[in-house]
């Protein structure tokens, strides 16, 4: 099973920016969906954004037009690029993919958006 780790969290002001990234344990050339989810306090888990083997995204509501997701298959990297942050982003923000059916977790990186 593939083995993800997420790093690029922390503390920042609302209306600040962060990257996240997500590196696999091996390539993920073939891997066709990777991403990230995120859960708050209290909350369930819920979908931030998706992107496919071929490059096509899918976001969040609560995110479009401010997140973005991307890949770098020669780094077996995802990233996370998150502007305009509101204290309502502040979450543990988790890296998945899927692949052969099974789905695959990071541990999560703590995201905190101060007001």
Same mark, same amino acid.
């Given at each position: ?7 690029? =969290? *922390?503390?920042?002001? %609302? *209306?600040?920016?962060?990257?996240? !990234? @997500? %590196? %696999? ?7 066709? +969906?990777? =991403? ?15 992107? !496919?083997? *071929?490059?096509? #995204?899918?976001?969040?509501? &609560?995110?479009?037009?401010?997140? #973005? ?6 780094? !077996?990297? +995802? ?11 502040? %979450? +543990?923000?988790? @890296? ?7 789905? &695959?977790?990071?541990?999560? #990186?703590? +995201?905190?958006?101060? !007001?």
């Amino acid at each position: 099973q593939v083995q993800l780790v997420e790093s690029g =969290g *922390g503390l920042v002001q %609302a *209306g600040g920016s962060l990257r996240l !990234s @997500c %590196a %696999a344990s091996r390539s993920i050339f073939s891997i066709p +969906v990777m =991403g990230w989810y995120r859960q708050a306090p209290g909350k369930q888990r819920e979908l931030v954004a998706l992107i !496919s083997s *071929g490059g096509s #995204t899918n976001y969040g509501d &609560s995110v479009n037009g401010r997140f #973005t997701i991307s890949r770098d298959n020669t780094k !077996s990297t +995802v990233y996370l690029q998150m502007n305009s942050l509101k204290p309502e982003d502040t %979450a +543990v923000y988790y @890296c998945y993919l899927r692949s052969a059916g099974l789905d &695959s977790w990071g541990q999560g #990186t703590r +995201v905190t958006v101060s !007001s």
